[in-house]
């Protein structure tokens, strides 16, 4: 199982970014799959979660109405749209997938600068 996250970057406050993972060595479309995130000095908190065939969406409250989850099961990808981004968005941003109510792969990560 790899997952590879990509479209980390650093923007100014209101800005966008569109993270990408790429899913590899498992049938991705029988799997929910998550964002993560980590903030310095921080646990790391969920941020979205999709289902198998991306029907149930759910956010955490602090990126709702901001940030859209969304996936293509034939390209094996899951994204995460961040918008009217915030200095406290910034963070290391995890694809995970879910197997039952646990995480059982974790990407490697990608890196989200916010800061004018």
């Known amino acids: 199982v790899q997952l590879v996250e990509s479209g980390g970057g650093s923007v100014q406050p209101g800005g966008s970014l569109r993270l990408s993972c790429a899913a590899s060595g498992f049938t991705f479309s029988s799997y929910l799959m998550t964002w993560y995130r980590q903030a310095p000095g921080k646990e790391r908190e969920l941020v979205a979660s999709?289902?198998?065939?991306?029907?149930?969406?759910n956010y955490a409250d602090f990126v709702k109405g901001r940030f859209t989850i969304s996936r293509d099961n034939a390209k094996n990808t899951v994204y995460l749209q961040m918008n009217s981004l915030k200095p406290e968005d910034t963070a290391v941003y995890y694809c995970?997938?879910?197997?039952?109510?646990?995480?059982?792969?974790w990407g490697k990560g990608t890196l989200v600068t916010v800061s004018s």
């Open positions: 995970a997938r879910r197997f039952g109510l646990k995480v059982d792969y």
């Open positions: 999709i289902t198998s065939g991306g029907g149930t969406l």
